[in-house]
């Protein structure tokens, strides 16, 4: 017996192939991952000394951007503005290091080459700023991209 399936909600088996085709390894591996992308839930251990610093940006596709923006473009910017509010936040005497992602996306429907494109700007964004994608979800509905970003802030800096 299947799963029940709610109006929008993904078929789970394609979601799980989605983020296995698409997402899981593409990002550089760190050793304070302990349980990261394919499972509900990520588990990270900061160095010892370290804060957390979290930031979260989301784009709407009609609002913040256009329908016919490159799949690749957003990829980047996914990573590049929550890059960006890390570095420009005041009261840090040392900018955080960014250490992990979560990547929410929502889609119209499946589109394979759209989601290949995504996943290989946003994964080289990542590899770029050290980050690691621990997880996310991923869902149906009007385009939309959530990208919360963390980083380590020793509490000395």
């Known amino acids: 017996m299947s799963a029940p399936q709610f109006e929008g ?3 789970l088996a394609a979601e799980f192939e989605l983020i296995a085709r698409f997402f899981a390894g593409a990002t550089v591996e760190r050793d304070d991952v302990l349980t990261g ?3 509900d839930a990520a588990l990270v251990a900061p160095p010892a000394g370290s804060t957390i610093v979290s930031v979260s940006t989301t784009l709407h596709e009609g609002f913040d951007f256009a329908p016919d923006v490159p799949a690749a473009a957003l990829g980047r910017r996914a ?3 929550g890059l960006r509010e890390l570095t420009e936040s005041a009261g840090y005497r040392v900018a955080p290091r960014p250490a992990w992602a979560l990547l929410g996306l929502t889609l119209p429907a499946p589109d394979e080459d759209w989601t290949r494109e995504f996943a290989a700007s946003f994964a080289e ?4 700023a050290g980050v690691t994608l621990v997880g996310g979800d991923t869902t149906r509905g009007p385009r939309s991209i ?3 970003l963390h980083a380590l802030q020793s509490r000395s800096g």
Do not use: N
Request: with cysteine; net charge negative; charged share 30%.
């Open 9 to 11: 909600s993904p078929d």
């Open 79 to 81: 990573i590049e503005d």
């Open 125 to 128: 964004a990542c590899r770029a």
């Open 146 to 148: 959530a990208c919360v």
């Open 37 to 39: 992308i394919g499972d």
